[in-house]
């Protein structure tokens, strides 16, 4: 034998016994899980118990994050940690989480990177089905996409807030890449029409104008179905990601064709629990005002005179009449934070509604 040889066969028995290791401190990690069910279980005998806790696992994977020695990047590490949290919980209580579908849309992919791939996913024709399947109890959450760097915010998700009772219990950002696809047999000449969604048409719009001007595109409900249609229909390729690639095994004739390298997508979860604050939250807000001069003002004023970051501020049309609006708003802490407290209080006493749509910690992944 070699030395190199020699060395190989040592690294390798260091990784059989590291393994091992590794075996009996993942299941030591998960019969810990099944105890901490089994304390939940006991502690609310008469309540519906609330295995899955949004604020403990953004802490656990911070906290991962921060020690992380190394060479493993952060993120990666994260990666690792979620899977095996997600394994734990699906221990203590099976999870299904409703998803704006079909299989393979960029929701999909957004709810495994946020609850690990040992939930059950069950894909929902719109956002509002996502809504009555958690409000009605059969899905414990929901995942739906809520704003797109390039295009702004998807106001069918916001306007479902103002009459649902669920809560926000965290957030996802996904990056998008999207391809072009079509069946491996496909030639590029062939190809007479294109189907997306018009959100990803939207996103690579200056591609398309550039490389296929003069094509014709379709929307479609969403990029799987895109997918779906390309692989059956010959002369058609579609936009979509690679989890809808992978779904209808079709090509890539172009890969990451979004007009803007940073695309990104940011996903809500939806759920019918408050979740407790996590040491890094975010809180969401619906408020009307009165239509009077300085109603903007009186609004944003309590924030800037306790220090509070907005991170989102949108306007839509109330359902309640012409020319009356709402606002939407994101910033930084929890609803238990004395100054957020303050401040909710302050807006309590000058809106018409103040609605609070949830506290949560901001994402982690
Ligand atoms: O700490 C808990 O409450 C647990 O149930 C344990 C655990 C984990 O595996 O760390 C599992 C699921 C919860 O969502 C949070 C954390």
Known sequence: MS????????????????????????????RCAQEVAHAKTVANPDDDVVFYRPEREAQVLRRIKERNPGPLSDEEMARLFREMMSACL????????AFLGPEGTFTQAAALKHFGHSVISVPLPAIDAVFREVESGAA?????????????????????????????CGEVQLRIHHHLLASADSDPPSIRRIYSHQQSFAQC???LDTHWHGIERVAVSSNAEAARRASEEPGTAAIAGDMAAELYGLATMAGTIEDRPDNTTRFL????????PSGQDKTSILVSMRNKPGALYHLLAPFHENDISLTRLETRPSPSGTWAYVFYIDFEGHAEDPPVKKVLQTIDGEAVELKHLGSYPVGVL
């Open 3 to 30: 030395d190199e040889q020699s060395r190989l066969a040592q690294l390798r028995d260091e990784i059989d016994r590291l393994d091992r290791e590794i075996l009996e401190r993942i299941s030591a990690r998960a």
């Open 90 to 97: 699906a221990l203590e209580k099976p999870m299904h989480i």
């Open 140 to 168: 414990q959450y929901g995942v739906v996409p809520v704003e797109n760097s390039t295009e702004g915010m998807i106001n069918h998700t916001l306007d479902m807030f103002m009459a649902s009772p669920l809560k926000i």
């Open 205 to 207: 719009r200056k591609w």
């Open 269 to 276: 979860i939806v759920g019918r629990e408050s979740v407790p």
